[in-house]
């Protein structure tokens, strides 16, 4: 039988600066996954395709994926689809478990 004089230390409760710089950064890390999601998303959509008009090439090609990072960032600015804050939910539930 386990007596409560055999349990382990409780663990020191997390400085709130600590506490407050992790939740920022799992923010971020879920903005980041948005907006990798909705960058794919447009391309599926074909924005940014290139077109028969100038030839296409590689660098069109890059020129377009540039544009559709940076249009999805924006969109992750402007509130996105709620994706971020989903995933920041799921994973701050899991990071303090």
Same mark, same amino acid.
């Given at each position: 039988?386990?007596?409560?004089?055999?349990?382990?230390?409780?663990?020191?409760?997390?400085?709130?600066?600590?506490?407050?710089?992790?939740? $920022?950064?799992?923010?971020?890390?879920?903005? &980041?996954?948005?907006?990798?999601? +909705? /960058? %794919?998303? *447009?391309?599926? @959509?074909?924005?940014?395709?290139?077109?028969?008009?100038?030839?296409?090439?590689?660098?069109?090609?890059?020129?377009?994926?540039?544009?559709? $990072?940076?249009?999805?960032?924006?969109?992750? &600015?402007?509130?996105?689809?709620? +994706? /971020? %804050?989903? *995933?920041?939910? @799921?994973?701050?539930?899991?990071?303090?478990?």
């Amino acid at each position: 039988m386990t007596m409560i004089t055999d349990l382990p230390p409780p663990r020191p409760a997390p400085n709130l600066p600590d506490f407050i710089q992790a939740d $920022e950064k799992l923010r971020d890390a879920a903005q &980041k996954m948005e907006a990798t999601f +909705l /960058a %794919e998303m *447009l391309k599926s @959509a074909g924005v940014g395709k290139p077109r028969d008009t100038f030839g296409g090439g590689a660098g069109e090609e890059h020129f377009a994926s540039f544009l559709r $990072e940076a249009q999805a960032q924006e969109m992750v &600015k402007t509130g996105g689809i709620g +994706l /971020a %804050e989903a *995933l920041f939910e @799921a994973m701050k539930v899991r990071s303090i478990a």
